[in-house]
T-cell receptor, first 114, second 112 residues
Framework: KAGVTQTPRYLIKTRGQQVTLSCSPI?????VSWYQQTPGQGLQFLFE???????NKGNFPGRFSGRQFSNSRSEMNVSTLELGDSALYLC?????????????FGSGTRLTVV | TQLLEQSPQFLSIQEGENLTVYCNSS?????LQWYRQEPGEGPVLLVT?????EVKKLKRLTFQFGDARKDSSLHITAAQPGDTGLYLC????????????FGGGTRLMVKP
């Protein structure tokens, strides 16, 4: 069965622009979470979605937003990009929220802000 | 804020050696997961432990969850070059959905 698909794999943007990243979870998985990975901070939780509703949000500014569609696909958006937003953005899916099923991660989107 | 500290941060060993990676916190977690990440890829789940004192084995890898559910360890026996990668521990809580707190990672290199 297909894994978690993230598009695009690589992205270069200029400061001040906005960006939208896409994630298609494993078929049948209804919970999608997003993480930011940087060399300095490691993996940090951004948000979690289930049934088109945001269930949890990490400690990131309001420039970071997301949504989930009825088919469980998810997008995240970063507006007014800053140099510090350069990171690997990882999407992870699991069957349901809670119960600690464990994530299946995608390969990530490498965002570079110049 | 819950924090997880991993040690060591870096480990370079010869093929055949044994090693242990530690993951410690002052907070209690409902579950502890271990992942391995290779360059250019997302982390891959190795194991989930949920009961204090639980021990799980995955071939040459042994995972243990502390009795108080505040710490965990990963022991690799007879390491092989294919074990090279970034090992991450992550703690979860039942009242926080799927949100995980990740440790900083242990970068392991196994030389042939």
């Amino acid at each position: 069965k297909a894994g978690v698909t993230q598009t695009p794999r690589y992205l270069i943007k200029t400061r001040g622009q906005q960006v939208t990243l896409s994630c298609s979870p494993i078929s049948g998985h209804r919970s999608v979470s997003w993480y930011q990975q940087t060399p300095g901070q490691g993996l940090q939780f951004l948000f979690e979605y289930f049934s088109e509703t945001q269930r949890n949000k990490g400690n990131f500014p309001g420039r970071f937003s997301g949504r989930q569609f009825s088919n469980s696909r998810s997008e995240m958006n970063v507006s007014t990009l800053e140099l510090g937003d350069s990171a690997l953005y990882l999407c992870a899916s699991s069957p349901l929220p809670g119960r600690n099923y464990g994530y299946t991660f995608g390969s990530g989107t490498r965002l570079t802000v110049v | 804020t819950q924090l997880l500290e991993q040690s060591p941060q870096f480990l370079s060993i010869q093929e055949g050696e044994n090693l242990t990676v530690y993951c410690n916190s002052s907070s209690v977690f409902s579950s502890l997961q271990w992942y391995r990440q290779e360059p250019g890829e997302g982390p891959v789940l190795l194991v989930t432990v949920v009961t204090g004192g639980e021990v799980k084995k995955l071939k040459r890898l042994t995972f243990q969850f502390g009795d108080a559910r505040k710490d965990s360890s990963l022991h690799i026996t007879a390491a092989q070059p294919g074990d090279t990668g970034l090992y991450l521990c992550a703690g979860g809580n039942n009242n926080a959905g799927n949100m995980l707190t990740f440790g900083g990672g242990t970068r392991l290199m196994v030389k042939p």
